[in-house]
């Protein structure tokens, strides 16, 4: 009966619509009520990548771009993009023991001590070898964690994060642990652990991931139907709360007190831990597959046609929990991210009633984000279109609880891109904020970052903290993150999305109709990083 109630609402929004012949923003606001009241409703049990709830909103998205003139952009003439995937999750609780020299074991305690890794490629991953702490576990310039350290045919422990000294948006890069396994496997290292510091617990209680243990990751897969996994990466084998590395770093040269202490100064000492590590975590493996949702507006210019900027929102959120809270299992993901597609369809619409952009803009409506940025890598790297992608906006998880009178957009001051987002910014009267929480890692988390991963200029905006953003935005990540309050009974202002939705409107303009190709400033971290790449 719920969804049947909230048809009846979508249908009166939508005619009201219609009806309408008041100014743009208000009807904007209603398609954007409308758009949101679907997605986060409890049919669709959380869009899930993979789940029934999941294909229902694609095809909704779909038809919302068909409707508007929005042309199919999958190679197949359709909207939809197949996505191969293979699912992983916890089978059960693993085992973790320390194992002193003379032969005394200590067992971890489960959802306390630890919480079990998964391996996609493997459905048991059993190692009995010595740890080697490598503090942060970051390789940059002429730093160099694994220095006079050997972590061959062992266990690499890290630390959570990276320094405080880094810049914001390269420490996210290096604290990102797809990074830390990637240098933990070029050293030899066979497993990898990651360490809690107080900090990290205060921001995300290890009870809070403690719920979630056994939700499904997801990875896409290969022709060969191998999960795809980045080249030399090492089996993460499970993370460590505060009270477990208490017990991991018993006897160690150097106490953990000393060593939180140290790592907030950004070099805490590194050394052989002198016990072995008995560990056992087993993998529950599925196949399964998904969509990603694809439309495509033409470029008007006979040779800037030829370029394509990507919008881009991830359309999946995490599902139903095991556990409820309050009574409710279902995680609507209302904000997160039902609002950024609202927003990128009301931006798609906007371009049909408008004089038609001299570059190609592709919507898209990607899956698997919450799974680590499945989809979003799968299309880069399997692309629907042959025109090669200049740009990427991308639209995740705004607050649109107040109104915003400034955003913080990663990326923009790598490439041109930046000039683009303030004059956008400018006209609207909304001014460009820094990073406001470098300790989130924020810049590695969200779909943008797989095509800075391929080479292409890219920013991702969010919501800013003037005008009441910062009570609002960490409220948000403090009681409905990832939790089934993040749903329709929140204070939503429709019309700050209406807002959102201009101001992104305003963004790809600039960059669509620029005489200039957007490129990434000479000297530029991730520039250089990722297009030097072989």
Do not use: C
């Not at 390789?139 to 690499?156: H, S, T």
């Not at 991991?248 to 002198?274: S, V």
Request: hydrophobic share 45%; proline share 6%.
């Amino acid at each position: 009966m719920k969804f049947l109630s909230v048809v009846a609402g979508v249908s009166a929004a939508v005619l009201a619509t219609s009806a309408a012949s008041g100014a743009e923003p208000d009807r904007s606001t209603d398609r954007i009520k409308a758009h949101v009241a679907f997605l986060a409703d409890d049919l669709m049990q959380g869009r899930e990548a993979g789940s029934v709830g999941h294909a229902i909103a694609a095809n909704y998205v779909a038809s919302q771009l068909a409707q508007m003139g929005v042309k199919p952009g999958a190679a197949d003439g359709s909207y939809f993009q197949s996505v191969p995937m293979s699912g992983f999750r916890s089978a059960d609780q693993g085992r973790f023991s320390i194992v002193a020299k003379g032969g005394q074991t200590t067992p971890l305690v489960f959802g306390e001590d630890y919480l079990p890794g998964r391996n996609p490629l493997a459905a048991t991953t059993a190692l009995n070898t010595q740890m080697v702490f490598v503090g942060y576990g970051v390789v940059a310039g002429k730093r160099d964690d694994y220095a006079r350290l050997d972590v061959r045919g062992k266990i690499v422990v890290a630390l959570a994060g990276a320094p405080k000294t880094f810049q914001t948006e390269e420490r996210a890069y290096y604290a990102n642990r797809r990074t830390k396994r990637a240098e933990a496997a070029r050293r030899g290292a066979v497993g990898f652990i990651s360490v809690n510091a107080p900090s990290d617990e205060a921001r995300q209680p290890f009870a809070n991931s403690a719920r979630q243990w056994q939700s499904w990751g997801m990875s896409w897969r290969e022709p060969s139907g191998t999960p795809f996994a980045p080249a030399g990466t090492t089996p993460e084998l499970g993370s460590i709360s505060v009270k477990g590395a208490a017990k991991l770093f018993d006897g160690a040269p150097k106490p953990l007190a000393e060593i939180y202490a140290a790592a907030e100064t950004g070099a805490p000492p590194r050394f052989a831990l002198p016990h072995r590590l008995d560990v056992a975590i087993n993998t529950e493996l599925k196949s399964l597959d998904s969509v990603n949702v694809v439309g495509v507006i033409e470029g008007a210019d006979p040779v800037l046609k030829n370029e394509v900027i990507v919008l881009s929102a991830h359309l999946d959120h995490i599902g139903v929990s095991a556990n409820p809270v309050k009574g409710d299992a279902i995680n609507n993901g209302a904000l997160d991210n039902a609002g950024g597609v609202a927003t990128t369809l009301e931006v798609a619409r906007a371009f049909v009633g408008a004089q038609a952009p001299k570059r190609t803009l592709l919507f898209l409506l990607n899956t698997a984000e919450e799974k680590g940025l499945v989809g979003s890598e799968y299309f880069a790297l399997n692309p629907t279109t042959r025109l090669p992608i200049v740009a990427n906006v991308n639209l995740d998880m705004p607050i649109l609880t107040y109104d915003f009178i400034d955003v913080v957009a990663f990326g923009a001051e790598r490439s041109s891109l930046g000039a683009a987002v303030s004059r956008a910014g400018a006209r609207m009267g909304v001014k460009l904020s820094p990073d406001p929480l470098p300790d989130e890692g924020l810049f590695t988390r969200s779909d943008h970052f797989r095509f800075v991963e391929a080479g292409v200029p890219s920013v991702f905006l969010m919501t800013g903290f003037e005008n009441g953003g910062q009570a609002a935005f960490t409220g948000f990540l403090r009681d409905n993150y990832h939790k089934p309050s993040d749903d329709l009974a929140l204070p939503i202002d429709y019309a700050v999305g209406a807002k959102f939705a201009r101001l992104n409107y305003e963004i790809v303009r600039e960059i669509a109709d620029a005489d200039q190709k957007p490129a990434w400033n000479k000297g530029d971290f991730f520039g250089e990083l990722f297009t030097r790449r072989p």
